[in-house]
Nanobody, 120 residues
Framework: QVQLVESGGDLVQPGGSLRLSCAAS????????MGWYRQAPGKQRELVAA???????NYADSVKGRFTISRDNAKNTVYLQMNSLKPEDTAVYYC??????????????WGKGTLVTVSS
């Protein structure tokens, strides 16, 4: 079993910054990809940023230039540095990972989410 635990969500004013962290633990052979999704009230969950083996990275257009995803492979942890936050960034942010749990099996996992609220 693998657990993803997010942290760092908070209430922040527009223009402010936050750093989210997501640590993976459990029966991990390796991690192929880690990423962040978000879901605002009444909206579908959407990809924010993802980083894959070889450090291939992609971002949603709405966060390009403001958010930065990074990864510490030794700690099985992914980070999301969020700058110049806007009220429309308000959402529950979920960590997602494609985890190789054996030589033959890759399983996708979700964290429980952390709430980011951008408001004055």
């Amino acid at each position: 079993q693998v657990q993803l635990v997010e942290s760092g969500g908070d209430l922040v004013q527009p223009g402010g910054s936050l750093r989210l962290s997501c640590a993976a633990s459990g029966s991990i052979f390796s991690i192929n990809a880690m990423g962040w999704y978000r879901q605002a009230p009444g909206k579908q969950r959407e990809l924010v940023a993802a980083i894959r083996s070889g450090d291939s990275i992609n971002y949603a257009d709405s966060v390009k230039g403001r958010f930065t995803i990074s990864r510490d492979n030794a700690k099985n942890t992914v980070y999301l540095q969020m700058n110049s936050l806007k009220p429309e960034d308000t959402a529950v942010y979920y960590c997602n990972a494609d985890v190789r749990i054996s030589a033959l099996h890759v399983v996708n996992y979700w964290g429980k989410g952390t709430l980011v609220t951008v408001s004055s």
